[in-house]
């Protein structure tokens, strides 16, 4: 499985980084993601609830940060294990200022196993896609709020 893809946010590649970079954040921003704890340096592990048919239910994450330059580009291993299987894999996302705006470009491949990997690549992908965006979606408003607040007297 390969995702890949871009996304525009309203707001400077700092900001990003740094709303990101804030574990208590990224509970909100990742869509079913309950929990999210640093359990060492540079590991993370989570739990997600996840409603989509087929795949629905709780599912363990752990992610670990391979490789870090700041502001501009991230690149992390991971497994995700639920009710209906797993997927591990890695992933990488790189900020690009534009003006007052960033560009977050993200690709991320993995292996599908259990009852995933029956289901049809296409549908997974999807799936995978559509969670991204909604976090991404989330991102900006979020963004945007703090930068509404900043900006009032």
Do not use: H
């Not at 890949?4 to 574990?23: D, F, K």
Request: aromatic fraction near 6%.
């Amino acid at each position: 499985m390969k995702v890949t893809g871009s996304y525009l946010l309203n707001a400077p590649r700092e900001q990003v980084w740094s709303l990101i970079n804030n574990p208590a954040a990224l509970v909100s921003l990742i869509p079913g993601c309950e929990k999210l704890e640093q359990v060492g340096p540079a590991e993370y592990r989570g739990q997600m609830q996840i409603r989509l048919p087929a795949v629905a239910g709780r599912y363990e994450v752990y992610v670990r940060l391979l490789e870090d330059d700041e502001l501009y580009r991230r690149r992390f291993a991971g497994e995700v294990n639920g009710p209906a299987g797993s997927i591990r894999g890695d992933a990488a996302f790189a900020l690009q200022a534009t003006a007052d705006k960033t560009t977050l470009e993200y690709e991320a491949q993995g292996t599908v196993a259990g009852l995933l990997a029956r289901l049809s690549e296409r549908f997974v992908e999807g799936a995978a896609r559509g969670l991204l965006n909604q976090g991404l979606a989330r991102l900006d408003r979020d963004l945007n709020e703090i930068a509404s607040l900043r900006s009032r007297p």
